[in-house]
C-alpha cells in the first residue's frame, strides 16, 4: 500500500486518557469515556488522536515507564475497549497515534526484572550494563535538579545499569537487533488493533549507541529506515512523528535524504523562536528558524506545536533571548523547570488575553507543517501549580460546572480539577463555550476548519516576504498554481505595513479569508495593510476573473 500522505493536511490533538473522561466513576479517564466524547473532537475538526502511554505502567512518570508494551492498563479498560475506540474513531474521519516509548522501560518491566537477577538471562544485553562504576554517571543528564545520575547501581544484578532518564526507567539497548525486532513487534501488534502511527519519544536517544565503552556516541539513522520500511509494508498509511529536539543541520539525517526515515518531526527549532517572538515583538529570530528548517523531504512534513505535556524547552535559545521568555512568560521559579523551561500552559501564560491567544493560534494554524494541539487548549485551561514538576499541565479536561468540571462523578478525581480562580472548571469549560458563539473555542474551531480548507500550508512552499518591520511576519504559500499570504503581528500597538505579496497580476488582489478586509495593491504592486495590535490576516491570492467580477473592492 502506497501511503496517500494524508499526515500533510491533518489536524491533530492530543490527550491523556486517564484525564479526558471518566465514564466508571472511579476518578480516572478510560476509552470508555472517550468514546462519549469522540463526536465532541469530530465537531472540533479533529482529524487525528494522538494517546499519550496507555499501557500497564506504575505509572511512575506519566506511563512513560512502561511494564507492558502489549497491553492496556486496566484503570483505562481493556484492550477490547481501545480497539472498539479505535473502530470509533475510524468510523468519524479520525485517525489514531500511540506513543512509542521504546527509549527506556519500567524497572518493573518483566524483561528488566529477568535481566538483574540473572547474568545468563536472555534479557541481560536488552540493557546497558557496567560492572564497575562508570567515571560520567553525571553526564548527560535531562532532568536537571531532580535527576541525580545517568547511571545507577543495582544490587541484585551487582552491576551499574544506564538510564538516560529517571533511575526508574532503564534503557533499552537499541543496538542489540532482538530489542530492534520488539519494537517491530511492538508496532505490527498496534497497527493491527487500529493504529495509523505512533509518536516516538525520544528519538535521538532510541538511535545512539550507549555503553561506557563508547566514547563518542553515533545514532544509527539506519534504524529509523527499518522501522519505516515495516510500516510501510505493514500498513501504507502508518507514519512516525518523531519527538527530536536536534539542530537544523541534522533535519535531514532523521527525516531521511530521499524521504525513508521519519515522516514527520517536531519543529522545537520554531516553536522555541516563536514564543520569543511573543515575548519581544521581534520575529525575525522566527523568521531565521523558519529558514534553517524549510529543507526537508517532499512527503515529509513538520509537526508545528505551541505546547505540549512537558515544559516549553527553550534550551536552543541564546542565553539573553532564554531570558527574554523567562521573564516574560515564566518568570518565577515555581515557573521554570529543569533549568532550561517552563511548565505553565498557553492560556495563563499569556495572561489569558484573547488577543495574544488568538495570535498565538493563528500562528501555530499558519506555520509550515501539521498543526498540533493538545487537550482543553480550545478553551484556554490554566494550570495548578501547586503540583510537582510537569503535573500541573496534566489536569483533566474541563467539561462542565458540573462538580469535578464534569470529568467524573468521583469526588477523589486522579488529579485535581482546577477550581476557582480565572482559569477554575466554573468558569472555564466546554459547556459553556459551546453555548457562547463568541467563546475561544468556537473562534478556533472557525480557524481549524479554515485551516483544513487551505491546504496551501500543508502542501505547498512557502516565501518569507519582507515588511521592512521586525514586529510582523509574511509568509506567503503557493502550491498547484494557488497563493496564499498570511500576516501576523507581535507587537502590542497597530501597525501599518506596505506589503509585496508578488510581481505577477493575480498578486495585486488578495481575498481575506477571516473576513472582508480585502485588499488591492496600489500602481506599485504594493499592499497597503493595517494591523492592530497582535492583528493577524489570512489572505487568498486573487484571480483576474474574481477581480472582473468585483470591481467594487
Known amino acids: 500500500m502506497i501511503n496517500d500522505l494524508w499526515y500533510k493536511n491533518a489536524i491533530v490533538y492530543c490527550l491523556s486518557v486517564g484525564t479526558f473522561m471518566d465514564a466508571d466513576g472511579d476518578g480516572i479517564g478510560d476509552f470508555r469515556g472517550l468514546m462519549r466524547r469522540l463526536d465532541y473532537l469530530c465537531g472540533l475538526g479533529v482529524t487525528a488522536i494522538w494517546l499519550l502511554p496507555f499501557q500497564p505502567s506504575p505509572q511512575r512518570d506519566h506511563g512513560y515507564d512502561v511494564a507492558d508494551y502489549y497491553g492496556v492498563d486496566?484503570?483505562?479498560g481493556t484492550l477490547g475497549d481501545f480497539v472498539e475506540f479505535t473502530h470509533a474513531a475510524k468510523q468519524r474521519g479520525m485517525r489514531v497515534l500511540i506513543d512509542l516509548v521504546v527509549n527506556h522501560t519500567s524497572d518493573q518491566h518483566p524483561w528488566f526484572q529477568s535481566a538483574r537477577k540473572d547474568p545468563a538471562s536472555p534479557y541481560r544485553d536488552w540493557y546497558v550494563w557496567s560492572e564497575k562504576k562508570p567515571p560520567n554517571i553525571h553526564?548527560?543528564?535531562?532532568?536537571?535538579?531532580?535527576?541525580?545520575?545517568?547511571?545507577?547501581?543495582?544490587?541484585?544484578?551487582?552491576a551499574w545499569y544506564f538510564h538516560r532518564f529517571y533511575s526508574f526507567q532503564p534503557d533499552l539497548n537499541t543496538s542489540n537487533p532482538h530489542v530492534q525486532a520488539e519494537i517491530l513487534k511492538i508496532m505490527?501488534?498496534?497497527?493491527?488493533?487500529g493504529v495509523h502511527g505512533f509518536r516516538m519519544d525520544a528519538v535521538p536517544f532510541v538511535i545512539a549507541q550507549e555503553g561506557t565503552g563508547i566514547a563518542a556516541p553515533r545514532e544509527q539513522f539506519d534504524m529509523l529506515r527499518t522501522f519505516r520500511e515495516f510500516l510501510q509494508w505493514r500498513q501504507g498509511d502508518s507514519i512516525i512523528l518523531a519527538e527530536a529536539n536536534v539542530l537544523p543541520e541534522t533535519d535531514m539525517d532523521y527525516f531521511g535524504r530521499d524521504g525513508d526515515r521519519m515522516h514527520m518531526m517536531f519543529n522545537f527549532q520554531v516553536n522555541q523562536n516563536l514564543f520569543y517572538a511573543f515575548a519581544s515583538s521581534d520575529a525575525r529570530p522566527l523568521a531565521k528558524a523558519l529558514r534553517?528548517?524549510?529543507?526537508?523531504?517532499?512527503?515529509?512534513?513538520?509537526?508545528?506545536?505551541?505546547?505540549?505535556?512537558?515544559?516549553?524547552?527553550?534550551?536552543?535559545?541564546?542565553?539573553?533571548?532564554?531570558?527574554?521568555?523567562?521573564?516574560?512568560?515564566?518568570?518565577?521559579?515555581?515557573?521554570?523547570?529543569?533549568?532550561?523551561?517552563?511548565?505553565?500552559?498557553?492560556?495563563?501564560?499569556?495572561?489569558?488575553?484573547?488577543?495574544?491567544?488568538?495570535?498565538?493560534?493563528?500562528?501555530?494554524?499558519?506555520?509550515?507543517?501539521?498543526?498540533?494541539?493538545?487537550?482543553?487548549?480550545?478553551?484556554?485551561?490554566?494550570?495548578?501549580?501547586?503540583?510537582p514538576e510537569r503535573e500541573c499541565g496534566r489536569t483533566p479536561m474541563q467539561w462542565s460546572t458540573e462538580p469535578q468540571g464534569g470529568f467524573t462523578k468521583?469526588?477523589?478525581?486522579?488529579?485535581?480539577?482546577?477550581?476557582?480562580?480565572?482559569?477554575?472548571?466554573?468558569?472555564?469549560?466546554?459547556?459553556?463555550?459551546?453555548?457562547?458563539?463568541?467563546?475561544?473555542?468556537?473562534?478556533?474551531?472557525?480557524?481549524?476548519?479554515?485551516?483544513?480548507?487551505?491546504?496551501?500550508?500543508?502542501?505547498?512552499?512557502?516565501?518569507?516576504?519582507?515588511?521592512?518591520?521586525?514586529?510582523?511576519?509574511?509568509?506567503?504559500?503557493?502550491?498547484?498554481?494557488?497563493?496564499?499570504?498570511?500576516?501576523?503581528?507581535?507587537?502590542?500597538?497597530?501597525?501599518?505595513?506596505?506589503?509585496?505579496?508578488?510581481?505577477?497580476?493575480?498578486?495585486?488582489?488578495?481575498?481575506?479569508?477571516?473576513?472582508?478586509?480585502?485588499?488591492?495593491?496600489?500602481?506599485?504592486?504594493?499592499?497597503?495593510?493595517?494591523?492592530?495590535?497582535?492583528?493577524?490576516?489570512?489572505?487568498?491570492?486573487?484571480?483576474?476573473?474574481?477581480?472582473?467580477?468585483?470591481?467594487?473592492?
Open 188 to 193: 505490527g501488534f498496534w497497527t493491527q488493533l
Open 292 to 387: 534553517v528548517t524549510r529543507p526537508r523531504p517532499a512527503t515529509a512534513q513538520w509537526g508545528q506545536f505551541l505546547r505540549n505535556h512537558d515544559e516549553l524547552d527553550l534550551g536552543r535559545l541564546a542565553e539573553d533571548q532564554r531570558q527574554a521568555v523567562f521573564e516574560a512568560f515564566g518568570p518565577t521559579k515555581n515557573d521554570q523547570l529543569y533549568d532550561r523551561g517552563i511548565r505553565r500552559r498557553l492560556a495563563p501564560m499569556l495572561d489569558g488575553d484573547r488577543r495574544r491567544m488568538e495570535l498565538a493560534y493563528s500562528m501555530l494554524f499558519t506555520l509550515p507543517g501539521t498543526p498540533v494541539i493538545r487537550y482543553g487548549d480550545e478553551i484556554g485551561m490554566g494550570d495548578d501549580l501547586s503540583l
Open 410 to 553: 468521583s469526588q477523589r478525581p486522579t488529579k485535581p480539577v482546577i477550581s476557582g480562580g480565572p482559569y477554575g472548571y466554573e468558569q472555564v469549560n466546554v459547556a459553556e463555550q459551546h453555548r457562547d458563539p463568541n467563546s475561544f473555542m468556537n473562534w478556533l474551531e472557525r480557524i481549524i476548519r479554515m485551516r483544513t480548507e487551505v491546504p496551501e500550508i500543508g502542501w505547498g512552499d512557502f516565501t518569507i516576504l519582507p515588511t521592512r518591520n521586525p514586529a510582523v511576519l509574511a509568509l506567503r504559500y503557493d502550491w498547484r498554481n494557488n497563493g496564499v499570504v498570511v500576516v501576523h503581528n507581535f507587537a502590542h500597538a497597530p501597525i501599518e505595513i506596505r506589503l509585496k505579496t508578488g510581481d505577477d497580476e493575480e498578486s495585486r488582489l488578495l481575498i481575506d479569508l477571516l473576513d472582508g478586509d480585502h485588499s488591492r495593491a496600489d500602481e506599485k504592486g504594493r499592499h497597503r495593510i493595517v494591523l492592530e495590535g497582535y492583528g493577524y490576516r489570512w489572505y487568498r491570492i486573487g484571480g483576474l476573473d474574481y477581480l472582473l467580477r468585483r470591481t467594487e473592492i
Open 139 to 158: 553526564d548527560g543528564i535531562v532532568f536537571p535538579g531532580v535527576q541525580e545520575a545517568t547511571w545507577t547501581f543495582d544490587e541484585a544484578a551487582q
Open 74 to 76: 486496566p484503570c483505562y
